[in-house]
């Protein structure tokens, strides 16, 4: 009896990964949920590893293994991705079991080589190659930049199945496996949460990996990511919700994101929030005293506006506006309007900075970078209302019911 037990997800796979409850930052991004690092074992000729788990979870990957099988009867071990999430345990499973086999993309050969000394040849597969697991047959696609030059993604057609490797993932650490076990508005939320702060810069690589899809017309019952569960339940809506993420067609929806030192900047924010809300949008005010920078990407990814205010300290933007925006410009979110606010005392120099960063991001702006002194007056709060409502007026021109 082994202390952790595979999951059978499919007549010849089995799920092997391990549960990671306690992680909360991935590379700057807040893993509210924790995650899963999934590897799969295929029980074919040769009995097939897809994927390792990050290194200290190592002997959990290991024990669920040897719940199904030997570890010394894996022959094959195939790595879709060199990230260290996934690669971590290939070299002590590689000494540990001696396959015959290590596969990986050409782009994953070079990686993996400056990550470790595995000790073992790596051979390279190429885009739509099969590899033949006795009676099964295990076909590579190569989907650069999703998201990693390295990474590529296979399809098991006995099962239907596709190893999606980081693609259709999310951070969620949970013992149920499968999609239709757990809560949608979950999943909804952290599968766009996984979009917005990994793929969005991405997108256009998203549009080639669908275009080949639809090309190959693969039919696709099971997508097991490397994060999160399997989906099964429904596989059509998590394919449908990447198009449309990729899309990022402007909705009527702003984010309104701000710091503040004395309220004031505060109170500029939920005045235009609140005629944004007045002019008939959605708006969501994120103060970044109580957001985090990647909750506020995923508000963006189906938002039409981004509206940013900062006061001004020592003559720059507030640190963690600077922060935000630093992170938002690298996920490149598309067909924005936006402005600039902020309250200063006498310099004013970070609404100014708010708006050349912006435009820098490709955000239309929609009006000059609107600036009080101290303390906003009740005229100056009318101001920051109309704003918002100018705001929702675009957006009602750009996103028609
Ligand atoms: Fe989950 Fe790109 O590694």
Redo the contacts with the bound molecule.
Sequence with gaps: MEPFSAVQISEHVWWVGAIDWTVRNFHGYLTSRGTTYNAYLILGDPVTLIDTVKRPFRDEMMARVASVVDPLRIQAIVSH?A?M??SGSLPDVVRAVQPEKVYASRNGVAALGRHFDIGHEITPVGDGETLSLGDLSLTFLETRML??PDSMISYLAEDRLVFSQ?GFGMHLASCERFDDQLPPEVLRYEAAKYFANILMPLSRFVDKLYARLDELKLDIALIAP??GPVWRGDVAGILERWRAWAEQKPARKAVVVYDTMWQSTETMARAIADGIAAGGAAVVAMPLSAAHRSDVATEILDAGALLVGSPTINNEMFPTVADCLTYLKGLRPKNLIGAAFGSCGWSGEAPKHVAQTLGEMGVELVAEPLRIKYVPTSDDLLECRKLGELVAARLSALCPE
């Design positions: 991705h990230e999430d996934h998201h990693w980081d490397d994060h």
